[in-house]
């Protein structure tokens, strides 16, 4: 599917990347410094809280079970260069992603995931996604790769943490 598959569901998008180069404006405007590991948890928390409060998601592309939580390949691609340091600029957007733009309501909703989760460390960030019942743990087998997590178990997942107005988990 390339950079994208954000026609897969049928609405126009924005690529994960134009995601995260928001979340890391947001959280550098906080004085937060992000490692890819803590920017890969908050592109996936977003996409869940996404799904729960605004009943759509914020980009197309999959998310896949790898050892250390839920992963969005082509971020990792992009920031994998980084290890475990902060990431120190803007990623390069996806190359269909170039000038797109963010609802103020989208906006909102990326801050406040910023807020909530971007003190946390990588390691806290991804035992979070780690829990038992957590959609990485529905689908996650050592040694398998490439494991998608469908939408609709991330979905589900995120409407019970809404229903129990849990914002500590994801």
């Known amino acids: 599917m390339g950079d994208?598959?954000?026609?897969a569901f049928g609405l126009n998008m924005t690529s994960a990347i134009t995601v995260a180069n928001k979340i890391l404006e947001l959280a550098n405007a906080k004085d937060l410094k992000l490692t890819p590991l803590q920017l890969m948890k908050l592109v996936y928390m977003s996409q869940g809280w996404s799904l729960a409060l605004r009943d759509a998601p914020l980009y197309g592309e999959r998310i896949e079970a790898w050892q250390y939580g839920p992963v969005v390949p082509?971020?990792?691609?992009?920031?994998?260069?980084?290890?475990?340091?902060?990431?120190?600029?803007p990623l390069p957007p996806a190359p269909n992603a170039v000038g797109e733009v963010l609802s103020g309501e989208e906006i909102d909703l990326l801050r406040s995931v910023v807020d909530n989760y971007a003190h946390l460390s990588g390691p806290a960030l991804s035992n979070l996604t780690h829990r038992p019942g957590s959609p990485w743990s529905k689908v996650?087998?050592?040694?398998?790769?490439n494991v998608e997590i469908p939408v609709g178990v991330i979905r589900s997942h995120y409407n019970d943490l809404k229903s129990s107005k849990t914002v500590t988990a994801a």
């Open 4 to 7: 994208s598959s954000n026609s």
């Open 74 to 89: 082509v971020l990792y691609n992009r920031t994998k260069t980084y290890g475990s340091a902060p990431i120190t600029g």
């Open 140 to 145: 996650w087998v050592p040694g398998q790769y």
